[in-house]
């Protein structure tokens, strides 16, 4: 039986490229504690696994995929990654331009001290650092010098070798200094100092929103004497930040909607929408049971922001001129949950999720920009002319110390993905990519290509391993150390950042998500991501160009 998978599985390398995925993301799950191996590890791992088969899997695979993935991490990050060449974003622009210098600089340092070659190099940076970008480009890069067949293998195989090894360290590094050691050496508080954000941006220290962010109710009430000739503009705003919105009104027997300048006399029968606890407790009269009042069609949509003229507004200027009707479910920026309070500023591109009754979820989305009704499709078209235009600019070379440089067609295609998500934020009117198969173009084709380069390192891993020597852990979690240290002491007495939006940079910095995690479980609160976003845009860009640099670097 062994003996006929095996033959299988080398006569047919779709199959093991299938084997490696389903066994990389069950590896992947498992977890040590607190920490989780993650998919991208446990393909790896699982690559190199069955790569001991001697499976020969076609490399055009690993490009293919390779190529869709840089396009998809481009597109999610594109707005971010332009935001951040904005004024306001500077000093996270700074964090990261520091990081990412300190990484190359750790990467160069450790492969001349310890004699690793350009392959073991750039896959200590890849794995240190986490961008499994780096492993495309440093991998294109080498297969561009002037070496022999043979040569440029063991340099290929070189690279998972150390990208495996300095990947768990690198996690398990950024995530113990940056959710312990960072704030002890910063002599701060997570839990009080997010508590001060909150609050300087809108928050109540009951933890009151401008829009509800738990769920919403819609209720019955007969108005009382004590709103009797007031409006609906009177009412709604007696409950101060926590939002209550009048949908329709029942006067004279006839069921009208609400208009803010409408007057409430004694009797009227109205529809309050409210979060649970103050639509039960904080009431303008009577509860009723009235059917037909709150009769009235309830739609969520997502919106995209375009409209200039809210770029830079907080929640609350938006909630006061436009807000009338509708809630906030979420805001999602550059692919994360933003907390959104009373003074959190608008970026465009966000993506917003709205409650309310059709006519007002229509009224507020064409104030915002763009609704984007739910579909399953993908406009291929978009996605196929980014791959191409991209190739065709990454294809282009400079020849520096007798190395062509280039982005490569991967390379370019994460540039051109920077370029046309970005282009989405402003005209979302084409170019759509669902969430789902975002996260299928992302994920399977980050899996595939390491399933692959798994795959074909897989016989020589046990050999390369033992040459390079378990000191490959302790550079590597060295490497992230110092890079997180710097950047750290820079954010903090240099660029004076806020604790909380620094830490959350420089989880940015690093593209570390598990990092971005414990922070937010630490200081209990989602306040870190706010840091998080515009620097992680600018790192997987410049960690995955440093791939040709270190091998240049190190050849």
């Not at 360290?169 to 959710?179: D, N, W």
């Not at 830079?312 to 949950?337: C, H, I, K, S």
């Not at 933003?338 to 059709?358: K, V």
């Not at 005209?427 to 994920?443: N, S």
């Amino acid at each position: 039986m062994f003996n006929y998978i095996a033959t299988s599985l080398r006569e047919n390398p779709e199959l093991a490229i299938f084997l490696t995925l389903a066994l990389g993301f069950v590896i992947g799950r498992l977890r040590i504690r607190s920490f989780v191996l993650g998919n991208v590890v446990g393909t790896l791992i699982a690559g190199l696994l069955v790569g001991q088969l001697g499976i020969e899997a076609p490399a055009i695979v690993k490009v293919v995929f390779f190529s869709l993935f840089m396009f998809a991490t481009g597109y999610k990050v594109g707005p971010q990654f332009i935001r951040g060449l904005g004024k306001s974003a500077l000093p996270q622009v700074a964090l990261t331009l520091v990081f990412c210098g300190v990484a190359l600089g750790t990467g160069f340092l450790a492969a001349k001290l310890f004699g690793y070659n350009a392959g073991t190099a750039a896959g200590l940076l890849a794995g240190a650092f986490t961008n499994s970008s780096t492993i495309g480009t440093s991998g294109d890069a080498i297969t561009r010098l002037a070496l022999s067949k043979d040569e440029t293998a063991q340099l290929l195989n070189a690279i998972p070798i150390g990208y495996a090894v300095a990947y768990l360290v690198g996690t398990m590094g950024a995530v113990l200094f940056l959710s312990n050691i960072a704030p002890r050496i910063l002599r701060v508080d997570l839990k009080a100092e997010s508590r001060k954000l909150e609050e300087a941006s809108g928050k109540s220290a009951e933890g009151a929103l401008l829009s509800a962010y738990r769920e919403w109710v819609f209720r019955s009430y007969r108005v009382g004497d004590a709103w009797a000739g007031r409006t609906v503009a009177d009412l709604e705003r007696s409950f101060g930040s926590d939002r209550v919105v009048v949908e329709r009104i029942r006067q004279n027997g006839q069921v009208l909607e609400a208009t803010p300048e409408m007057k409430l006399a004694l009797g009227d029968e109205i529809a309050v929408g409210a979060r649970r606890g103050i639509a039960a407790s904080a009431v303008p009269g009577e509860e009723i049971d009235d059917r037909e009042l709150l009769d009235f069609p309830v739609e969520t949509v997502d919106v995209v922001l375009t409209n200039k003229s809210l770029v830079n507004r907080t929640m609350e200027d938006f909630a006061r001129e436009y807000g009338q009707g509708v809630v906030l479910r979420q805001l999602v920026r550059g692919g994360e949950d933003i907390p959104f309070e009373s003074g959190t500023r608008l970026d465009r591109g966000d993506q917003f999720r709205i409650t309310g009754a059709a006519d007002d979820v229509a009224r507020v989305g064409k104030a915002l920009g763009y609704i984007e009704r739910a579909t399953n499709s993908t406009d291929i078209v978009f996605v196929g002319a980014g791959i191409v235009i991209g190739g065709l600019v990454g294809l282009l070379s400079v020849t520096v110390g007798g190395v062509p440089l280039t982005l490569t067609a991967s390379g370019g295609a994460l540039i051109m993905g920077l370029i046309f998500g970005w282009l989405r934020s402003v005209r979302p009117t084409f170019g759509r990519i669902p969430a789902a198969a975002l996260w299928i173009f992302d994920t399977l084709g980050l899996g595939v290509f390491i399933a692959v380069v798994g795959l074909s390192a897989g016989p020589g891993f046990i050999d390369g391993l033992k040459r390079t020597g378990i000191g490959l852990l302790f550079v590597g979690f060295a490497m992230v150390v110092t890079a997180h240290l710097v950047a750290v002491l820079f954010g903090r007495f240099v660029l004076k950042m806020n604790p909380v939006i620094l830490l959350g940079a420089c989880a940015g910095a690093g593209t570390s998500t598990p990092s971005l995690r414990a922070l937010q479980d630490a200081a209990q609160s989602e306040t870190p991501v706010l840091g998080y976003t515009v620097p992680y845009a600018i790192a997987s860009i410049m960690l995955a160009a440093w791939g040709p640099v270190i091998v240049l670097l190190t050849k």
